[in-house]
């Protein structure tokens, strides 16, 4: 398994922009899909984005398509995730996952056996 860790949450004003961050640690980390996830109080867990192995796919889930983008550095173990035009019910702690499936969607939690701590990101209205 990879370990990951998130960073970049916090206080953002609606409209505006923020970039999350996972590091992860091993030497796999490339051949993974990596994706993002989100719980807001009270909700389930519930996919965002997903980055195939090589950076040249993603999947986006409809409420974040053209305000979200997901992208990766394999030369730095890294994922991210730009959000811009954000909204209030965007609030959520976000999480960084890696799994192994890619082709088939939608992808679910199911498909991610690593997950990070999480981030909390608060879009104030």
């Known amino acids: 398994q990879v370990q990951l860790v998130e960073s970049g949450g916090g206080l953002v004003q609606a409209g505006g922009s923020r970039r999350l961050s996972c590091a992860a640690s091993?030497?796999?980390?490339?051949?993974?899909?990596m994706g993002w996830f989100r719980q807001a109080p009270g909700k389930e867990r519930e996919f965002v984005a997903a980055i195939n192995w090589s950076g040249g796919g993603t999947y986006y889930a409809e409420p974040v398509k053209g305000r979200f983008t997901i992208s990766r550095d394999n030369a730095k173990n890294t994922v991210y995730l730009q959000m811009n035009s954000l909204k209030p019910e965007d609030t959520a702690v976000y999480y960084c996952?890696?799994?192994?499936?890619?082709?088939?969607?939608?992808?679910?939690?199911?498909?991610?056996?690593?997950w990070g701590q999480g981030t909390q990101v608060t879009v104030s209205s």
């Open positions: 996952a890696a799994g192994s499936r890619w082709g088939s969607f939608p992808l679910t939690n199911a498909d991610f056996g690593s």
């Open positions: 091993g030497r796999t980390f490339r051949t993974y899909t």
